[in-house]
């Protein structure tokens, strides 16, 4: 039987850097994304015992391997591990989007990956499971340089605001009107750098940063920005929520490249300015920074001219995911 999970990409509006434990162990820590229409699949299947391998794991790299140990996927082969699925197993990942671009993907195969073993198991779990799971492989089993709300737009989908206090997480959906979320939906654009890289690997100049307290001032007004832009999302006119928003978007992305030097860079800097150019009213790079993909608010009366003015360049319009982590087929 084949056991197929899927689970939503994300992309973060505001408050990115406050979800580590390292800041809001001793400051409030706050943060507003959405799960997006584009999506990690994850299918397994049950492998006779017959076979001269236990494991067969399919992504960027194909693995053929004979013992757990052997599998050179660290989440595989850890979830694997630590949920006590013993049953020899075929692996493959694929997904919408490429891997290493800054929206989450490596915590939406986490929680995906998740899903799957435990349907395999016949074992019951929630979203919040899921999203705290993945926390505890990334951080507490990998010790992987990231912070909590990547799994937790993965798990739950839609549009949400997240709150960590402590070992305190609240979960708040943002309420927009039928008009203001169309007109969200229909105005967000990815934009491809060109360039991918690993979040961690980026991450030690910031994580730093936010240790010693210096970061505190930026994080503390991209905290900021998160009260406001609810307020922005959840008013009633469309047209003024898309200019208001656009503005936020520009003065977090300011803000966040104060975080550390390796978030951008002069070809970042120089897509965005073009992007901005055209027609978009603002925007930010998606996730720790150094490449991936820029997510750009563009109206639909500018959105011609922003095609036209982005030429050359990959542009991938996206919406709202609103079901989160899922077992397609069981």
């Given at each position: ?112 990956f998740i899903n799957l073993i435990f349907a395999l198991q016949g ?208």
């Amino acid at each position: 039987m084949m056991i197929v999970s899927r689970t939503p990409l994300r992309v973060s509006f505001f408050g990115g850097g406050t979800d580590y434990p390292e800041y809001f162990a001793r400051a409030r820590g706050a943060v507003l994304g959405m799960g997006i229409d584009q999506y990690v699949y994850v299918a397994a299947l049950r492998l006779s015992t017959i076979l001269d391998y236990r494991y067969r794991v399919s992504y960027s790299r194909m693995e053929q391997v004979a013992e757990l140990d052997q599998i050179q996927h660290p989440v595989v082969r850890e979830a694997i591990r630590l949920y006590g699925y013993d049953r020899p197993l075929d692996i493959s990942i694929m997904a919408d989007l490429p891997a290493r671009s800054g929206l989450g993907s490596s915590s939406s195969f986490a929680v995906g990956f998740i899903n799957l073993i435990f349907a395999l198991q016949g074992r019951g779990a929630t979203k919040m499971d899921l999203a705290r799971e993945a926390v505890r492989i990334e951080r507490d089993v990998l010790r992987e340089n990231v912070g909590v709300q990547d799994q937790h737009h993965a798990a739950f989908g839609g549009l949400n605001r997240f709150d960590f206090e402590g070992g305190r997480t609240r979960i708040s959906p943002i309420q927009m009107t039928a008009p203001c979320q169309d007109a969200l939906n229909t105005s967000l654009f990815l934009v491809y750098t060109g360039m991918t890289r690993f979040a961690s690997a980026t991450l030690g100049e910031q994580m730093e940063n936010t240790k010693s307290g210096a970061a505190d001032k930026d994080l503390s007004h991209l905290l900021a920005l998160v009260d406001q832009a609810q307020t922005v999302l959840e008013s009633d006119d469309p047209e003024a929520m898309l200019r208001d928003f656009g503005a936020m978007l520009h003065e977090g992305w300011e803000t966040k490249k104060r975080l550390s030097s390796k978030v951008s860079n002069p070809h970042i800097d120089s897509l965005y300015a073009q992007a901005r150019a055209a027609g978009a009213l603002g925007g930010k790079l998606c996730g720790a920074g150094a490449g991936g993909f820029l997510l750009m608010l563009v109206p639909p009366e500018r959105q011609a001219a922003f095609r036209e003015g982005m030429e050359g360049h990959s542009i991938i319009p996206i919406a709202l995911d609103t079901i989160g982590a899922t077992i397609l087929k069981g």
